[in-house]
Every structure is written in structure tokens, then in C-alpha cells.
């Protein structure tokens, strides 16, 4: 059952802090996904890959956030540095058409104090 | 431009009875239809999806979505609520070739014993 994988799970870290979450996508995907969810805020899109290059990170603030996907198996989204405002459950998907269906991983949960 | 809509925010039910959440679309094409479901503190699950044929869709967990194309709607139904089925549910649409899915804001099903 292929699925997606976040780690880590949960992350408690100080103000100022840097913050990386890693994803792997489900094998032969080429569309990779991070959104963002608050309670304030619900799901928000930040920034997704189409075949590892970034297509659209609009959704970041891109003074602090960054989002890379080093190879095929691999992204990461990258916060430095973190700040209280930045606690939500980020969240990770894979795909292999952009308007088809999403698969959704179980999420970072990110608490910054 | 593709957007979504789900009008009810929170939706209580009890236990046994049917459900129905709605969701709205804009789109002069026919989408991609999605339902997701999001138990607390998990990442979101596809329920069904819609993108030609038959109208009335089934999935999983006894549920079901009906395509209306004249009321741009694709309400989730389902005849009896089990109190597991307590959750976030999310409609998505999936419209231009080039875009990927738009999610709307969310239902928060609670039920009732």
C-alpha cells in the first residue's frame, strides 16, 4: 500500500530556530505538494513541483520559508527562521496529474514557542 | 478560474441519521470532482471522485456524491451516520489542465449518540 511519508511527526522548537520537514512521495509521482493548516487559516497551499522544479510557491513567505526537492524521492520545506506564527500541521501530497486526485501524507504537526 | 464552496461550516447530525454536505463549484467546463475526509489529527483521505459518466459516485465508508451540472453542485450524502464518520470533510475541484485542485474551506461533522 503505497503511501506518503513525513517525518518528523511532531517538532517543538524555539523562536529563531530552524525547521526542516521531509516528505517522501509516493513512488513514480510527479507532482508534489505542501499546504499549510490552521485553525485561523484552514488549508492553505504554499508551494508545489511538477517532475522536481518548482511550479508555483506563491503561497510562502519567501523570506523565511523554502521548499527543494533534492531528487525524485525526496522534499523538503524549510522554515529559518521559525517563528510562533508558524505553528500549524504542514502537510505534504503526491500526484501524477495536477487536476487529479491528491495523495495526502499524515503531516508534520509544528509547535514554535 | 476554478473556485470552490462549501456553505456549512459545522454540521451536527445524530447518530443513525442521513447526511448531506454541500459543495458548490465555478467552472464553465465540466471538473474534476473530489470529496477528502480528515479525522482528528490525520491527513486527508479520498472518499470518491468525479470525472465523467454516471453522476451519482460512489466511495468508500458507505458514501456517495451526485454531480449536478445545472446547480454546479457535488453533494456528499450518506443514508445513516456512524459515529466514526466525525470529521473534516473537504471538497475539491480540479478544472484546467494546467491547475491543480482548489479546496474549499471544509465541513466539521460532529455526531450525535
Known amino acids: 500500500d503505497a503511501r506518503v511519508t513525513q517525518t518528523p511527526r511532531h517538532k517543538v522548537t524555539e523562536m529563531g530556530q530552524e525547521v526542516t520537514m521531509r516528505c517522501q512521495p509516493i513512488l513514480g509521482h510527479n507532482t508534489v505538494f505542501w499546504y499549510r493548516q490552521t485553525m485561523m487559516q484552514g488549508l492553505e497551499l504554499l508551494a508545489y513541483?511538477?517532475?522536481?522544479?518548482?511550479?508555483?510557491d506563491s503561497g510562502m513567505p519567501k523570506d523565511r520559508f523554502s521548499a527543494e526537492m533534492p531528487d525524485a524521492t525526496l522534499a523538503t520545506l524549510k522554515i529559518q527562521p521559525s517563528e510562533p506564527r508558524d505553528s500549524a500541521v504542514y502537510f505534504c501530497?503526491?500526484?501524477?496529474?495536477?487536476?487529479?486526485?491528491?495523495?495526502f501524507g499524515p503531516g508534520t504537526r509544528l509547535t514554535v514557542t | 478560474a476554478q473556485s470552490v464552496t462549501q456553505p456549512d461550516i459545522h454540521i451536527t447530525v445524530s447518530e443513525g441519521a442521513s447526511l448531506e454536505l454541500r459543495c458548490n463549484y465555478s467552472?464553465?467546463?465540466?471538473?474534476?470532482l473530489f470529496w477528502y475526509v480528515q479525522s482528528p489529527g490525520q491527513g486527508l483521505q479520498l472518499l470518491l471522485k468525479?470525472?465523467?459518466?454516471?453522476?451519482l459516485v460512489q466511495g468508500i465508508k458507505g458514501f456517495e456524491a451526485e454531480f449536478k451540472r445545472s446547480q454546479s453542485s457535488f453533494n456528499l450524502r450518506k443514508p445513516s451516520v456512524h459515529w466514526s464518520d466525525a470529521a473534516e470533510y473537504f471538497c475539491?475541484?480540479?478544472?484546467?489542465?494546467?491547475?491543480?485542485?482548489?479546496f474549499g474551506g471544509g465541513t466539521r461533522l460532529m455526531v450525535k449518540p
Open positions: 467552472y464553465g467546463a465540466t471538473p474534476y
Open positions: 475539491a475541484v480540479g478544472a484546467d489542465a494546467g491547475n491543480m485542485l482548489t
Open positions: 468525479y470525472f465523467s459518466g454516471d453522476t
Open positions: 513541483f511538477r517532475n522536481r522544479a518548482p511550479l508555483d
Open positions: 501530497a503526491s500526484g501524477l496529474v495536477l487536476r487529479d486526485e491528491q495523495y
